[in-house]
C-alpha cells in the first residue's frame, strides 16, 4: 500500500504562482509513475500532468501546458506540480496519483490507470 500526501495548496491571486509537493511512502522498487489531477466543483476529475519513474517523459494537459510543470526527485522522495501564471479556472482540489510500473520511461493519463491517491489539496484562484 502506498501513501500520498499533498501539500502546498493554497489562496491565491490570478497571475500568481504555487508549487504542491506529493510525499509518498512509495519505495524505490517497484517503480512508480506519479501524476496529478484535479477537480473543480461539479466536475469530473481530469487529469493535469504526468511523469515518468526516469522522470525524463511527462505530459500535460492542454490547459495548462506551458504553465506547469511536474518534477520529481526520487532520491529525496516528493514530486511536485509548479504552476505559475494561476487563472480563476485552475481552481480545484488537486490530487497526487501513483501507480506501479515495470517501465521507467512510460507515464499514464487516464484516471483509471492509477491505483494509489492522495486526499487532496485545495488550490484557490481568485480574480
Known amino acids: 500500500q502506498v501513501q500520498l500526501v499533498e501539500a502546498g495548496g493554497g489562496l491565491v491571486q490570478a497571475g500568481a504562482s504555487l508549487r504542491l509537493s506529493c510525499a509518498t511512502s512509495?519505495?524505490?522498487?517497484?517503480?512508480?509513475?506519479m501524476g496529478w489531477f484535479r477537480q473543480a466543483p461539479g466536475k469530473d476529475r481530469e487529469f493535469v500532468a504526468a511523469?515518468?519513474?526516469?522522470?525524463?517523459?511527462?505530459r500535460y494537459a492542454d490547459s495548462v501546458k506551458g504553465r506547469f510543470s511536474i518534477s520529481r526527485d526520487n532520491a529525496k522522495n516528493p514530486v511536485y506540480l509548479q504552476m505559475n501564471s494561476l487563472k480563476v479556472e485552475d481552481t480545484a482540489v488537486y490530487y497526487c496519483?501513483?501507480?506501479?510500473?515495470?517501465?521507467?520511461?512510460?507515464?499514464?493519463?487516464?484516471?483509471?490507470?492509477?491505483?494509489?491517491w492522495g486526499q487532496g489539496t485545495q488550490v484557490t484562484v481568485s480574480s
Open positions: 496519483a501513483a501507480r506501479d510500473t515495470s517501465y521507467s520511461g512510460v507515464y499514464y493519463s487516464r484516471r483509471d490507470d492509477y491505483r494509489y
Open positions: 512509495a519505495r524505490t522498487s517497484p517503480m512508480y509513475v
Open positions: 511523469i515518468s519513474w526516469s522522470g525524463g517523459a511527462t
